[in-house]
């Protein structure tokens, strides 16, 4: 190897040293953090945002108020994966059992007595969901015992 391929070797790695260790072209990483935060931040305010509008919409519901021919009228919860529903079909309710693994039909109510039933139904305060339901199964198991 020659002298002048040898300065020009030496001569590029001094040049590239002083690049990486020269403190004026090296880049602010203080600048850097900040935009990586500012990043973060804001990605994790959308996932939140996110999150809350699925809660609220599951907690408020969003129903259609369109007629629909299966329509739940009560829902009583006696544990987490168990409960009984009422469910207006063919002008008829049905008390329907329902766990994790299936849905049984408890009773039918016929067609008659589900119009006397509904039509109490809009008598009653919309803030006592669930006493609509006792009264359809206290009523059924009077009309049993008879």
Do not use: C
Request: charged share 20%; net charge positive; aromatic share 4%.
């Amino acid at each position: 190897m020659s002298d002048s391929q040898l300065n020009d070797t030496e001569s590029s790695v001094i040049t590239t040293k002083s690049i990486v260790t020269d403190p004026a072209t090296a880049p602010d990483m203080g600048l850097y953090s900040q935009a990586v935060t500012s990043i973060a931040t804001s990605f994790i305010g959308i996932i939140g945002l996110i999150l809350l509008l699925g809660w609220l919409v599951k907690r408020f519901g969003w129903k259609k108020n369109a007629d629909n021919l299966i329509d739940v009228k009560a829902s009583y919860i006696i544990n987490p994966k168990e409960r009984i529903i009422l469910v207006h079909v063919d002008n008829q309710l049905l008390v329907i059992g329902v766990t994790a693994q299936q849905m049984t039909l408890l009773h039918t109510i016929s067609e008659e007595r589900s119009q006397l039933i509904l039509s109490q139904e809009k008598n009653i305060k919309s803030d006592v969901k669930n006493s609509l339901f006792r009264q359809i199964l206290q009523s059924t198991l009077k009309s049993r015992k008879e």
